[in-house]
């Protein structure tokens, strides 16, 4: 069975230092990875994937994130934060065949302050 | 292009009532998703339509809950009675087929239904 797991339920970062979310995961096989954020009152947003080739994947707004196969691990990161970037983050897992449906961690909360 | 729309953007019911939860996905897309999300905790899966038929409804919590895409269009999700464990936000999302070579990843969310049962 698939499984994602976000240690932490509220980071806090101060705007202008990098942050990381982090992220690990649980899936047979080769792992669609994924993050989404959702700002307030919003619905999720697709922030980036990572399904093939380099380990680093550059996303939106600035966002990265690095697949680490043996930590089974994907982080997401930032190297400066901003306040808008306040938000609450997904990640998400999907098993490599097929349209199958996504596994979503908890979510984390980012907290970033001026 | 107009993303995913859901309709109510919040409904407030009372116990043993009935709600239905209106999805129209992204015109095209063929996947259609529908997720939960009770207070706190993760995202659930619920069911995933190919067109009108039901590919996988294994996340559906019990048979008070009904699924149905007429058409291969938009979709609706009806509670009937609702219990107070119902309440949460219901996401839908949809992503296309895809070809060979060509299929897309991720899923395009919706901005959500929040279901308070009360």
């Known amino acids: 069975a698939q499984s994602v797991a976000q240690p932490e339920d509220q980071v806090n970062v101060a705007e202008g230092n990098p942050l990381t979310v982090k992220c690990t995961y649980s899936v047979s096989g080769n792992p669609y990875l994924f993050w989404y954020v959702q700002y307030p009152n919003r619905g999720l947003q697709f922030l980036l994937k990572y399904i093939t080739g380099d380990n680093l994947v550059k996303g939106s707004y600035g966002f990265e994130a690095e697949f680490n196969k043996s930590q089974t691990s994907f982080h997401l990161k930032k190297p400066s934060a901003l306040v808008s970037d306040s938000a609450l983050y997904f990640c998400a897992v999907r098993a490599h065949s097929g349209n199958t449906p996504l596994v979503f961690g908890k979510g984390t909360r980012l907290s970033v302050i001026a | 292009e107009a993303g995913v729309t859901q309709f109510p953007s919040h409904s407030v019911i009372e116990k043993g009532q009935t709600v239905t939860l209106r999805c129209d996905p992204i015109?095209?897309?063929?996947?259609l998703y529908w997720y939960r999300r009770v207070m706190g905790k993760e995202i659930k899966f619920l069911l995933h339509f190919v067109k009108e038929s039901k590919q996988d409804e294994s996340g559906m919590p019990n048979n008070r809950f009904l699924a149905e895409r007429t058409g291969g269009t938009y979709s609706t999700l009806k509670v009937q009675p609702a219990e107070l464990e119902d309440s949460g936000v219901y996401f839908c999302a949809s992503s296309p087929l895809g070809t060979s070579g060509r299929r897309s990843y991720e899923q395009y969310f919706g901005p959500g239904t929040r279901l308070t049962v009360t």
């Open positions: 015109s095209g897309h063929d996947n």
